[in-house]
């Protein structure tokens, strides 16, 4: 078994090799505000009701899609609406019109506070394809990390229109999930939860050091039993519940014998590969999790996208920088490449944690 799951990594890391030397652009996330209606324990952008930074208007954006159309970087784009929350873009029907008649399939990641079935429907035909939704644990526990009494129950409602509406084939939708010391105990009961409402797909992440969570991870983070227990109860889910639902872990980092257990693929951060990203003041990054100025590639104010994709983002391309530190002589390093790029606060910094090192050894 071990010896399959190592010619299988080899035959990955080729594939990996050629993602990279050709880093078609698969996926577009547009951070379309900065605005937010909740004040969340761990957002990682420190996102505010009224934040000092404008929404970027719909037009700028649209000259980045017509940009990279003429440009012919991507032959199948998917762009991902995100904030901040979207929702409180009163144009963003418009928008997603819009995208659809340039050819681009689009969906949106929410909250679900203002996702009531009458904004559903709208978006549903403005062409929406794919929506995700944070749910994180139960009432009490979503609440407490949402800081809003009424987060879990507009959340949930939101929910159980889109398992309706994805039941019927008008569109891929999944909960997403923040694992953190509030909710790790029950996710057993929340998984089954999910399971008779209908949820056919489930993300879960973790607490990383960015934004508004560097401030509560103390409070919020696992504990080193507890992160190996959440690859275990993972690895369970999918290989126990995955005709009822099909589980995912983040893409955060190389985790040796869970890799495969815990995802469907093997870990390959794809930040400024086949993802990229446009921030709401116009800066281009590859996730926008990466959010350290050593990965801001440059703006879409004062050069194209399509001229910045083509000539930037080697950091990300060529990881040889990143082998320094615990990295240096780690015998891992072909499989990983220094982790997920969102846990460096630099190209100079050590990585914040090692997946692998600091919490599965």
């Not at 899609?65 to 440009?71: E, K």
């Not at 994805?166 to 569109?171: E, N, R």
């Not at 934004?211 to 227990?229: C, H, I, M, P, V």
């Not at 099909?246 to 014998?257: A, V």
């Amino acid at each position: 078994m071990k010896i399959l799951k190592e010619f299988k990594h080899f035959v990955f890391r080729q594939y990996r090799r050629r993602e990279i030397k050709k880093h078609e652009l698969d996926y577009l996330f547009w951070e379309c505000t900065l605005r937010c209606n909740l004040n969340c324990l761990h957002c990682g952008s420190d996102c505010l009701k009224n934040s000092q930074i404008p929404d970027m208007p719909k037009e700028d954006f649209f000259s980045v899609l017509d940009d990279i159309s003429s440009s012919g970087l991507s032959r199948n784009l998917t762009i991902c609406i995100t904030g901040g929350e979207p929702l409180l873009r009163e144009d963003l029907l418009l928008v997603g019109r819009k995208i659809r008649e340039k050819g681009f399939k689009w969906g949106i990641v929410t909250n679900g506070l203002m996702l009531d079935r009458e904004r559903f429907i709208s978006l549903l035909n403005a062409k929406m394809s794919s929506l995700s939704i944070s749910l994180d644990g139960f009432e009490l526990q979503h609440n407490k990390l949402r800081c809003n009494s009424n987060s879990f129950s507009k959340a949930f409602e939101a929910v159980k229109t889109a398992v309706e509406f994805s039941q019927k084939g008008f569109l891929i939708f999944d909960v997403i999930t923040c694992v953190s010391s509030l909710n790790f105990s029950s996710l057993g009961k929340f998984r089954d939860f999910l399971i008779d409402s209908g949820v056919k797909r489930w993300r879960i992440f973790s607490i990383f050091s960015s934004g508004r969570a560097d401030k509560n991870l103390e409070f919020l983070s696992l504990s080193k039993t507890q992160y190996r227990e959440l690859l275990d109860f993972i690895s369970f889910t999918r290989k126990n519940f995955g005709n009822k639902i099909s589980l995912n872990y983040s893409c955060e980092g190389f985790l040796d014998d869970y890799e495969l257990e815990v995802r469907d693929y093997f870990y390959f951060c794809r930040a400024g590969i086949s993802v990229a990203s446009v921030m709401c003041d116009g800066s281009l990054t590859g996730c926008l999790s990466v959010r350290a100025k050593d990965f801001i590639q440059g703006n879409i104010y004062e050069k194209s996208f399509s001229e910045i994709w083509k000539n930037g983002f080697s950091v990300m391309r060529d990881r040889r920088w990143a082998k320094k530190n615990k990295c240096q002589k780690c015998s891992f390093w072909q499989k990983c490449l220094g982790g997920g790029l969102h846990l460096y606060k630099s190209v100079d910094s050590e990585i914040s944690h090692c997946n692998l090192k600091d919490f599965l050894t």
